[in-house]
Protein backbone atom coordinates (compact mmCIF):
# COMPACT_ATOMS: atom_id res chain seq x y z
CA UNK A 1 0.00 0.00 0.00
CA UNK A 2 1.86 3.12 -1.17
CA UNK A 3 1.61 6.98 0.17
CA UNK A 4 -1.42 7.69 -2.62
CA UNK A 5 -3.77 4.92 -1.38
CA UNK A 6 -3.05 5.84 2.54
CA UNK A 7 -4.81 9.07 2.01
CA UNK A 8 -7.26 8.17 -0.54
CA UNK A 9 -10.35 9.77 0.62
CA UNK A 10 -12.94 7.06 -0.60
CA UNK A 11 -10.95 4.42 0.90
CA UNK A 12 -10.75 6.04 4.13
CA UNK A 13 -14.49 6.46 4.53
CA UNK A 14 -15.40 2.93 3.11
CA UNK A 15 -12.73 1.81 5.98
CA UNK A 16 -14.41 3.93 8.57
CA UNK A 17 -18.26 3.21 7.43
CA UNK A 18 -17.13 -0.92 7.27
CA UNK A 19 -15.66 -0.54 10.98
CA UNK A 20 -18.42 1.23 12.24
CA UNK A 21 -20.49 -1.42 10.45
CA UNK A 22 -22.50 0.10 8.11
CA UNK A 23 -20.93 -0.17 5.15
CA UNK A 24 -22.70 0.17 1.85
CA UNK A 25 -22.71 -1.78 -0.86
CA UNK A 26 -20.14 0.20 -2.94
CA UNK A 27 -18.58 0.65 0.44
CA UNK A 28 -17.77 -2.90 0.82
CA UNK A 29 -16.01 -3.20 -2.92
CA UNK A 30 -14.13 -0.79 -2.28
CA UNK A 31 -12.66 -2.23 1.03
CA UNK A 32 -12.62 -5.56 -0.71
CA UNK A 33 -10.70 -4.22 -3.68
CA UNK A 34 -8.18 -2.86 -1.42
CA UNK A 35 -7.61 -6.36 1.09
CA UNK A 36 -7.31 -8.01 -2.21
CA UNK A 37 -4.20 -5.69 -3.51
CA UNK A 38 -2.05 -7.41 -1.03
CA UNK A 39 -2.50 -9.81 1.92
CA UNK A 40 -1.39 -7.35 4.64
CA UNK A 41 -4.01 -5.01 3.37
CA UNK A 42 -6.47 -7.77 5.39
CA UNK A 43 -4.14 -7.84 8.51
CA UNK A 44 -4.88 -4.04 8.85
CA UNK A 45 -8.16 -4.28 8.31
CA UNK A 46 -8.43 -6.91 10.88
CA UNK A 47 -6.92 -4.58 13.79
CA UNK A 48 -8.73 -1.70 12.62
CA UNK A 49 -11.92 -4.15 12.96
CA UNK A 50 -10.97 -4.65 16.85
CA UNK A 51 -10.58 -0.97 17.77
CA UNK A 52 -13.65 -0.10 19.49
CA UNK A 53 -15.44 3.54 19.18
CA UNK A 54 -17.81 4.81 22.32
CA UNK A 55 -17.94 7.78 24.57
CA UNK A 56 -15.98 11.53 24.51
CA UNK A 57 -13.89 12.45 21.63
CA UNK A 58 -9.59 13.64 22.12
CA UNK A 59 -8.24 14.76 19.15
CA UNK A 60 -4.56 14.97 20.32
CA UNK A 61 -1.64 13.42 18.90
CA UNK A 62 -0.96 11.76 22.22
CA UNK A 63 -4.81 9.68 21.94
CA UNK A 64 -3.49 9.25 18.14
CA UNK A 65 -0.21 7.58 19.29
CA UNK A 66 -1.46 5.66 21.93
CA UNK A 67 -3.84 3.94 19.00
CA UNK A 68 -1.13 3.21 16.89
CA UNK A 69 0.77 1.44 20.14
CA UNK A 70 -2.28 -0.33 20.95
CA UNK A 71 -2.22 -1.48 17.39
CA UNK A 72 1.33 -2.76 17.20
CA UNK A 73 0.99 -4.24 20.43
CA UNK A 74 -2.45 -6.54 18.73
CA UNK A 75 0.00 -7.30 15.71
CA UNK A 76 2.97 -8.18 17.95
CA UNK A 77 0.66 -10.32 20.33
CA UNK A 78 -0.82 -11.93 17.61
CA UNK A 79 2.75 -12.65 15.75
CA UNK A 80 3.56 -14.47 19.47
CA UNK A 81 0.53 -16.54 18.91
CA UNK A 82 0.93 -17.46 14.73
CA UNK A 83 -2.67 -17.62 14.88
CA UNK A 84 -4.28 -18.60 11.36
CA UNK A 85 -6.39 -15.79 9.97
CA UNK A 86 -8.38 -16.41 6.82
CA UNK A 87 -6.90 -14.56 4.23
CA UNK A 88 -4.59 -13.00 5.97
CA UNK A 89 -0.72 -13.34 5.91
CA UNK A 90 2.33 -12.28 8.26
CA UNK A 91 4.17 -9.18 7.74
CA UNK A 92 6.94 -7.68 9.18
CA UNK A 93 8.03 -4.30 6.84
CA UNK A 94 8.62 -1.32 8.53
CA UNK A 95 8.18 0.32 5.23
CA UNK A 96 4.01 0.03 5.76
CA UNK A 97 4.06 -0.42 9.11
CA UNK A 98 4.18 3.83 8.24
CA UNK A 99 1.70 2.87 6.14
CA UNK A 100 -0.80 1.94 8.87
CA UNK A 101 0.64 4.01 11.51
CA UNK A 102 -0.82 6.80 8.97
CA UNK A 103 -3.93 4.90 7.87
CA UNK A 104 -5.11 3.82 11.41
CA UNK A 105 -4.66 8.10 12.47
CA UNK A 106 -6.77 8.98 9.50
CA UNK A 107 -9.36 6.33 10.11
CA UNK A 108 -9.25 6.97 13.93
CA UNK A 109 -10.58 10.75 12.46
CA UNK A 110 -12.82 9.86 9.99
CA UNK A 111 -14.83 8.03 12.74
CA UNK A 112 -13.98 10.80 15.47
CA UNK A 113 -15.75 13.09 12.80
CA UNK A 114 -18.36 10.73 11.45
CA UNK A 115 -19.57 9.10 15.05
CA UNK A 116 -18.71 11.61 17.79
CA UNK A 117 -16.14 8.58 19.29
CA UNK A 118 -13.60 7.83 21.15
CA UNK A 119 -11.35 4.73 20.90
CA UNK A 120 -10.61 1.55 23.81
CA UNK A 121 -8.78 -1.68 22.59
CA UNK A 122 -10.01 -5.01 23.77
CA UNK A 123 -7.90 -7.09 25.77
CA UNK A 124 -4.94 -8.85 24.55
CA UNK A 125 -6.08 -12.18 26.63
CA UNK A 126 -8.29 -13.19 23.60
CA UNK A 127 -7.11 -12.47 20.19
CA UNK A 128 -10.07 -11.95 17.79
CA UNK A 129 -10.28 -12.92 13.90
CA UNK A 130 -11.93 -11.73 11.29
CA UNK A 131 -12.44 -13.88 7.81
CA UNK A 132 -13.40 -12.59 4.23
CA UNK A 133 -15.39 -13.95 1.97
CA UNK A 134 -13.63 -13.33 -1.60
CA UNK A 135 -16.06 -13.01 -4.81
CA UNK A 136 -17.23 -16.25 -5.91
CA UNK A 137 -15.96 -18.47 -3.60
CA UNK A 138 -16.66 -19.51 -0.12
CA UNK A 139 -15.04 -19.67 2.96
CA UNK A 140 -15.23 -22.98 5.28
CA UNK A 141 -13.93 -22.11 9.03
CA UNK A 142 -14.12 -24.54 12.49
CA UNK A 143 -14.38 -22.54 15.15
CA UNK A 144 -12.71 -23.13 18.35
CA UNK A 145 -15.86 -24.84 19.99
CA UNK A 146 -15.69 -27.57 16.65
CA UNK A 147 -18.33 -25.25 15.20
CA UNK A 148 -18.33 -25.15 10.90
CA UNK A 149 -19.18 -21.95 9.09
CA UNK A 150 -19.52 -21.40 5.71
CA UNK A 151 -19.45 -17.80 4.63
CA UNK A 152 -20.92 -16.63 1.59
CA UNK A 153 -18.79 -14.31 -0.74
CA UNK A 154 -18.46 -10.73 0.25
CA UNK A 155 -19.22 -11.50 3.85
CA UNK A 156 -17.36 -11.29 7.03
CA UNK A 157 -17.09 -13.00 10.34
CA UNK A 158 -15.75 -11.85 13.70
CA UNK A 159 -14.62 -14.18 15.94
CA UNK A 160 -12.71 -15.33 18.88
CA UNK A 161 -9.68 -17.51 18.75
CA UNK A 162 -10.93 -18.87 22.10
CA UNK A 163 -14.57 -18.83 23.37
CA UNK A 164 -14.65 -17.55 27.08
CA UNK A 165 -17.63 -16.87 29.86
CA UNK A 166 -20.84 -17.73 29.24
CA UNK A 167 -21.32 -17.60 25.75
CA UNK A 168 -20.06 -17.81 22.40
CA UNK A 169 -20.61 -14.71 20.50
CA UNK A 170 -19.87 -14.31 16.69
CA UNK A 171 -20.60 -11.19 14.56
CA UNK A 172 -21.75 -11.63 10.95
CA UNK A 173 -21.80 -9.27 7.76
CA UNK A 174 -23.26 -10.98 4.97
CA UNK A 175 -24.21 -14.61 4.50
CA UNK A 176 -22.96 -17.68 6.38
CA UNK A 177 -24.46 -21.27 7.40
CA UNK A 178 -23.47 -22.42 10.99
CA UNK A 179 -23.12 -26.14 12.50
CA UNK A 180 -23.14 -25.62 15.57
CA UNK A 181 -21.91 -27.94 18.48
CA UNK A 182 -24.23 -28.25 21.35
CA UNK A 183 -23.14 -26.86 24.56
CA UNK A 184 -26.18 -26.00 27.05
CA UNK A 185 -24.17 -24.24 29.55
CA UNK A 186 -22.92 -22.09 26.71
CA UNK A 187 -24.78 -20.70 24.19
CA UNK A 188 -24.07 -19.82 21.00
CA UNK A 189 -24.86 -16.00 19.64
CA UNK A 190 -24.46 -14.13 15.99
CA UNK A 191 -24.62 -10.68 15.94
CA UNK A 192 -26.06 -9.76 12.87
CA UNK A 193 -26.17 -6.19 12.85
CA UNK A 194 -29.73 -4.76 14.02
CA UNK A 195 -30.78 -8.84 15.02
CA UNK A 196 -29.17 -11.35 17.11
CA UNK A 197 -29.43 -15.65 16.61
CA UNK A 198 -29.33 -17.64 19.77
CA UNK A 199 -28.71 -21.09 19.97
CA UNK A 200 -27.18 -24.34 21.65
CA UNK A 201 -26.43 -26.64 18.82
CA UNK A 202 -27.97 -26.14 15.27
CA UNK A 203 -27.80 -25.87 11.63
CA UNK A 204 -28.90 -22.31 10.02
CA UNK A 205 -28.21 -19.76 7.67
CA UNK A 206 -28.36 -16.43 8.05
CA UNK A 207 -28.28 -13.51 5.59
CA UNK A 208 -27.39 -9.93 6.66
CA UNK A 209 -25.97 -8.00 4.29
CA UNK A 210 -25.42 -4.37 5.60
CA UNK A 211 -27.04 -3.06 2.32
CA UNK A 212 -30.12 -5.22 2.64
CA UNK A 213 -33.85 -4.15 3.31
CA UNK A 214 -33.86 -7.69 5.57
CA UNK A 215 -32.11 -9.76 7.85
CA UNK A 216 -32.87 -13.37 6.93
CA UNK A 217 -32.77 -16.33 9.31
CA UNK A 218 -33.58 -19.94 7.97
CA UNK A 219 -33.75 -23.03 10.62
CA UNK A 220 -32.30 -26.55 8.60
CA UNK A 221 -32.26 -28.76 12.10
CA UNK A 222 -32.61 -27.90 15.98
CA UNK A 223 -33.88 -24.17 17.33
CA UNK A 224 -33.00 -20.70 17.11
CA UNK A 225 -34.42 -17.59 19.11
CA UNK A 226 -34.30 -15.00 16.62
CA UNK A 227 -34.53 -11.51 18.57
CA UNK A 228 -33.82 -8.31 17.36
CA UNK A 229 -31.79 -5.51 19.78
CA UNK A 230 -35.06 -3.87 21.28
CA UNK A 231 -35.08 -6.62 23.23
CA UNK A 232 -35.55 -10.29 23.65
CA UNK A 233 -39.16 -10.06 24.88
CA UNK A 234 -40.07 -10.07 21.32
CA UNK A 235 -37.87 -13.32 20.28
CA UNK A 236 -38.92 -15.49 17.87
CA UNK A 237 -38.14 -19.45 18.08
CA UNK A 238 -38.04 -21.24 14.82
CA UNK A 239 -38.58 -25.28 14.08
CA UNK A 240 -36.97 -26.47 11.11
CA UNK A 241 -37.64 -25.42 7.61
CA UNK A 242 -39.30 -21.77 9.42
CA UNK A 243 -37.83 -19.10 8.30
CA UNK A 244 -38.40 -15.27 9.89
CA UNK A 245 -37.44 -12.12 7.55
CA UNK A 246 -36.88 -8.69 9.09
CA UNK A 247 -37.65 -5.71 7.67
CA UNK A 248 -34.57 -3.03 8.85
CA UNK A 249 -37.08 0.04 7.94
CA UNK A 250 -40.46 -1.43 9.20
CA UNK A 251 -38.67 -3.44 11.96
CA UNK A 252 -41.42 -6.29 11.44
CA UNK A 253 -40.56 -9.81 10.82
CA UNK A 254 -42.16 -12.10 9.21
CA UNK A 255 -42.18 -15.80 10.14
CA UNK A 256 -43.03 -18.57 6.83
CA UNK A 257 -42.74 -22.20 5.91
CA UNK A 258 -39.48 -22.81 3.57
CA UNK A 259 -37.68 -25.95 1.93
CA UNK A 260 -34.64 -24.24 4.00
CA UNK A 261 -32.03 -26.31 2.18
CA UNK A 262 -32.86 -24.56 -0.73
CA UNK A 263 -31.40 -21.07 1.48
CA UNK A 264 -28.40 -22.29 2.09
CA UNK A 265 -27.33 -23.91 -1.39
CA UNK A 266 -25.02 -21.46 -1.99
CA UNK A 267 -22.45 -22.84 -0.43
CA UNK A 268 -22.38 -25.43 -2.79
CA UNK A 269 -22.46 -22.89 -5.23
CA UNK A 270 -25.92 -22.82 -6.62
CA UNK A 271 -27.76 -19.48 -6.29
CA UNK A 272 -31.92 -19.72 -5.32
CA UNK A 273 -34.26 -17.01 -5.45
CA UNK A 274 -37.71 -17.35 -4.14
CA UNK A 275 -39.69 -14.00 -5.96
CA UNK A 276 -37.18 -11.76 -5.16
CA UNK A 277 -36.75 -8.25 -6.23
CA UNK A 278 -34.49 -7.43 -8.76
CA UNK A 279 -32.85 -4.83 -6.63
CA UNK A 280 -32.07 -7.15 -4.03
CA UNK A 281 -31.05 -9.71 -5.93
CA UNK A 282 -28.37 -7.28 -7.68
CA UNK A 283 -27.24 -7.23 -4.25
CA UNK A 284 -26.68 -10.44 -3.83
CA UNK A 285 -25.07 -11.01 -7.21
CA UNK A 286 -22.65 -8.27 -6.27
CA UNK A 287 -21.72 -9.78 -3.41
CA UNK A 288 -21.16 -12.86 -5.52
CA UNK A 289 -18.92 -11.82 -7.92
CA UNK A 290 -17.32 -8.59 -6.21
CA UNK A 291 -18.87 -5.56 -8.56
CA UNK A 292 -21.07 -2.58 -8.06
CA UNK A 293 -24.72 -3.32 -9.34
CA UNK A 294 -27.09 -0.16 -10.46
CA UNK A 295 -30.90 -0.04 -11.51
CA UNK A 296 -31.03 2.80 -13.75
CA UNK A 297 -34.98 2.46 -13.70
CA UNK A 298 -37.10 3.05 -10.89
CA UNK A 299 -39.97 0.59 -12.32
CA UNK A 300 -37.75 -2.15 -12.64
CA UNK A 301 -36.66 -1.77 -8.98
CA UNK A 302 -39.39 -4.13 -7.57
CA UNK A 303 -39.90 -6.80 -10.30
CA UNK A 304 -39.79 -10.01 -8.75
CA UNK A 305 -37.75 -13.48 -10.01
CA UNK A 306 -37.51 -17.02 -9.03
CA UNK A 307 -35.37 -19.67 -9.94
CA UNK A 308 -31.80 -21.43 -9.35
CA UNK A 309 -28.29 -20.78 -11.23
CA UNK A 310 -25.36 -23.76 -11.18
CA UNK A 311 -21.88 -22.37 -9.88
CA UNK A 312 -20.23 -22.90 -13.80
CA UNK A 313 -22.72 -19.63 -14.81
CA UNK A 314 -20.68 -16.26 -15.05
CA UNK A 315 -22.65 -12.71 -13.75
CA UNK A 316 -23.43 -12.08 -17.67
CA UNK A 317 -24.59 -15.45 -17.85
CA UNK A 318 -26.95 -14.78 -14.94
CA UNK A 319 -28.41 -11.68 -16.18
CA UNK A 320 -28.70 -12.89 -19.91
CA UNK A 321 -31.23 -14.81 -18.62
CA UNK A 322 -33.05 -12.96 -16.54
CA UNK A 323 -33.46 -10.34 -19.19
CA UNK A 324 -35.21 -13.02 -21.15
CA UNK A 325 -38.15 -12.43 -18.34
CA UNK A 326 -38.20 -9.21 -18.45
CA UNK A 327 -38.11 -6.15 -20.52
CA UNK A 328 -34.60 -4.81 -19.70
CA UNK A 329 -30.95 -4.87 -20.50
CA UNK A 330 -27.57 -4.15 -18.49
CA UNK A 331 -24.08 -2.72 -19.91
CA UNK A 332 -20.52 -2.41 -18.32
CA UNK A 333 -19.91 0.98 -17.75
CA UNK A 334 -16.78 1.30 -16.20
CA UNK A 335 -15.88 -1.43 -13.19
CA UNK A 336 -19.67 -1.51 -12.58
CA UNK A 337 -22.69 -2.26 -14.29
CA UNK A 338 -26.07 -0.50 -15.18
CA UNK A 339 -29.31 -2.45 -15.68
CA UNK A 340 -31.29 0.01 -17.57
CA UNK A 341 -35.05 -0.49 -18.99
CA UNK A 342 -35.68 -1.98 -22.41
Not at 138 to 156: Q, R
Not at 261 to 287: P, Q, R, T
Not at 306 to 331: A, P, T, W
Amino acid sequence: MNDNNTYNTKLLYAIAAWCRGDATSTDQQIVNNWIHEKPENSKILTYLMHTKFMGNVDESDETKERVYAHVLELIQDYEEHESQIVSISKWRTPQWALALKRLAVAVVLLLIISGGVFWYLQSHDNIELVAHGKPNSVVKLTLDDGSVVMLNAGSTLSYPQTFTGKERRVALCGEAMFKVKSNAHMPFIVNAGEAEIKVLGTQFNVSAYTDSKNIVTTLLNGSVEFYTHSGQENSIRLKPNQQVVYDKMARTSQVREVEAELYASWKDGVLYFDHVSLEEMSKILAHRFGIRIEIHAKNLQDETFSGMFENDMSLYQILDVLKRHRRFDYRKQGDYIVIFDK
